[in-house]
């Protein structure tokens, strides 16, 4: 048997790949719905590295962000942050990750979750393919986006809570001094202000 195809065999780890530039309540949201729906049994924040090929002034180091995703996630069950890409050749690819992850962890089934606005170019991803093959891909709904998952066998959509802002707003407000504590996760509240306004 291909290594992954056990997928189906116990539970699910669903796996949030991002920048979290910085983690939000919209982010903890998605990950605490998948739990209390049981479609998750556990989800892994999979913080992205700085990409060395291009330069973003407004994105933190890869370490400090998955700090904030630790403090933010603290004693929440079921949520964990993972820093599994740190360690990866750059550009990190998903489906790279993805094997890195079968290998280490033989037979656990894992679960993709991505926006809805990742769907379109779902096809344009490096082995999307065998990403489909291996994978189950729960899609939460963007603000905005009308979402088609038509043609895909293993995407699910799921009706996750919008969040009216993004990280880039968020990080605006910071700039501008504005409260931003209903956005973000209370926990993390001080060290996003601390790390995102220096």
């Known amino acids: 048997m291909e290594q992954g195809k056990e997928k189906k065999s116990g539970p699910v780890i669903g796996l949030f790949f991002g ?3 910085p983690i939000h309540n919209g982010h903890v949201g998605i990950a605490r719905y998948l739990l209390e729906k049981r479609l998750c049994a556990e989800v892994w924040f999979v913080v992205s590295p700085c990409n060395p090929f ?8 890869e370490t400090e962000r998955f700090e904030i995703v630790k403090v933010a996630i603290k004693g929440i069950p079921g949520m964990k942050a993972c820093d599994i890409e740190f360690s990866m050749p750059k550009p990190s690819y998903t489906v790279d990750t993805l094997r890195v992850l079968f290998d280490r962890y033989p037979g656990q089934q894992f679960a993709l979750i991505i926006g809805g606005d990742n769907v379109p170019d779902f096809p344009k991803w490096k082995d999307h393919r065998w990403i489909e093959g291996h994978c189950d891909i729960f899609v939460y709904p963007r603000l905005g ?24 707003e968020i990080r605006e407000m910071i700039r501008k001094g504005d409260d931003i504590s209903s956005l973000v996760p209370s926990e993390a509240l001080s060290l996003i202000w601390k790390l995102y306004s220096k």
Do not use: H, Q, Y
Not at 54 to 61: E, S, T, W, Y
Not at 145 to 168: K, W, Y
């Open 19 to 21: 920048s979290f530039n």
């Open 54 to 61: 291009k330069v973003d002034r407004f994105l933190l180091p």
């Open 145 to 168: 986006i009308i979402t088609s998952i038509e043609g895909f066998t293993n995407m699910t959509f799921v009706d996750a809570p919008l969040f009216p802002l993004s990280a880039t």
